[in-house]
């Protein structure tokens, strides 16, 4: 028998769920609805699967029939790809009518939050996912891999930079991320893939954070102090923006117009404000320290205005050093001759470059060599959908499927960094929220 989903949030993110349940997973698992606040999303995506994965159309229904979608299409789990301010409302609620969920990062936004979705689980027994695709991407399970062998003995510190490029990271700054009560902020939205990974390779959660942050980049302000103007909203039918090099146009890409567009009539949402214009509630630079319950200490810092996307990230221990360096992509301005066009819909493709090395504290140094990966965020998508929906999940010695704990130690970071920067104060995480404690899966020799 089929297991059945429902997708709940029909923007571009979802595309990657909707094609694997109508294509490669249609065998064992089914598409049984989508659900969203705006219609032609929805339609989209139906003509989508008719024309593109001969696929049935599905129902779909308003954001105010979930329960009665529940009902009529009885799904096992639902999947929850809504903006991140509302991922709880459908994860307790699918819980509360029977179902499992699986939900985009970051599992939600604040405390509140997380302790509605810890007490719906406790009630119901039901389950939850929580898709860090990140954990599956090849040169992040290498270096999984080489700290549980205990190729730098026990880790004693991280350092964590990553970097948004003007493409990418201006990107949350046109879209609602740019108001911290719809996403936490990057240091909830984005850096939780970065904390969740930085638990995951260390094997343990943070016990005390201390941040500082800023909009120092984008934002009206900013760009007057540069002797800059842009009096636009928005960018699409903006002749004044023709040559903005931070301009979006959502009439010149086809999903871009379905998806957004198209739909602004139902419920207003703009895809493209200008980076430069207000309200912007976030910030594009950010530093954040950590010490963790296992002594890890953890310095990080995320901007979201580099001209090359990717990390450097370093893992200390008691027998040496690895050192990942990653870059996904690299900016370029439009026009400029011989550069294709990203499509800032779609996922981020294959890593452009990637080195991993490991300084033994007696020893030569040495290059590890990392497995190609295709697909979505560099091989990562193929192999998390193939946990989420083959018949037989591949064995994974890594652990890298992840729970609402996991989900919560990761933004529990970005939530303490963001109070810290508010207050100037150190933050306790249990001060915040208790979490379990953690069953070690990794032996990271001393």
Known sequence: MKRKYVVVGTGSRAGMYIKALATTYRDSCALVALCDRNQTRMDWYNRRLESEFDHAPVPTYLAGEFNRMIAETQPDTVIVATIDATHHLYITRAMELGC????????????????????????????????????YAP????????????????????????????????????????EKHNSGGLLVHKATHHFD?????IDSYPSEVFALGDLQFYGRANAEARGERYPYARYTGQPAAQDDPFALFLDQDDQLRALYLDAE??????????????????EDTMA????????????????????????RVAINGTRGRAELEVQETTAWLKGQPGQPEQDLAASTGAFKRTRLKVYPMFGQPYEVEIPAGEGGHGGADPVLLAQLFAPVPPPDPF????????????????????????????????????????????????
């Open 139 to 178: 040169a992040y399970t290498r270096l999984r891999e080489l700290v549980m062998q205990g190729a730098v003995g026990k880790p004693l510190s991280v350092d964590f930079s990553w970097m948004l490029d003007t493409r990418h990271g201006a990107d949350y700054f046109r879209r609602w991320h740019r």
């Open 197 to 201: 990974l930085v638990n995951w390779w």
């Open 399 to 446: 652990n890298r499927a992840a729970s609402h704990i996991d989900g919560a130690a990761s933004i529990l970071t970005g939530i303490a960094a963001n109070r810290s920067i508010e207050t100037r104060q150190l933050i306790r995480i249990d001060d915040l929220f208790a979490l379990p404690e953690k069953q070690s899966e990794a032996v990271q020799p001393g």
């Open 288 to 311: 954040v320290t950590a010490r963790y319950r296992n002594g890890v200490i953890l310095s990080y810092c995320l901007i979201a205005y580099s001209p090359w996307e990717g990390l």
């Open 265 to 282: 009539a139902e419920d207003g949402y703009l895809r493209d404000r200008n980076v430069f214009g207000e309200p912007i509630t976030i």
């Open 100 to 135: 499992d969920a699986i939900t985009e990062k970051p599992m939600t936004v604040d405390v509140e939050k997380t302790r509605a979705i810890f007490d719906a689980i406790e009630r119901t027994g039901r389950s939850l996912r929580v898709t860090f695709n990140y954990r």
